[in-house]
C-alpha cells in the first residue's frame, strides 16, 4: 500500500524578536524545524482548547441536567428491576 505524503500550507507569521529568538534557542534545544516546532505547539494548542470547550459544555449540560424536570423525569425509575 503507497502512503500520500500530506499536503502542506507555507504560512507566514510576524513575531516579536525576542520571541523569535526563543524560538530558535528552543528548536536547536530540542533539535527540530520551526515548523516541526509550530506544529507541535499548535497540536498541543488546540487538544488544550477542544477539552476546555468540552469541560464547558459538560457544566452547562450538568447544570441543565439538574434544573430541566424533564431531563429527570425517569431518575425515579433508576433503581427500579425491569422483568
Excluded: G, W
Amino acid at each position: 500500500m503507497q502512503r500520500v505524503a500530506p499536503a502542506y500550507e507555507r504560512v507566514t507569521i510576524s513575531l516579536p524578536t525576542d520571541i523569535s529568538k526563543d524560538i530558535d534557542k528552543l528548536k536547536k534545544e530540542l533539535n527540530v524545524s520551526k515548523s516541526e516546532l509550530f506544529k507541535k505547539a499548535f497540536m498541543k494548542f488546540a487538544r488544550e482548547h477542544k477539552k476546555q470547550k468540552l469541560r464547558k459544555t459538560a457544566a452547562m449540560m450538568a447544570e441543565e441536567y439538574k434544573t430541566n424536570k424533564e431531563l429527570t423525569v425517569f431518575t425515579a425509575l433508576d433503581s427500579e428491576d425491569f422483568k
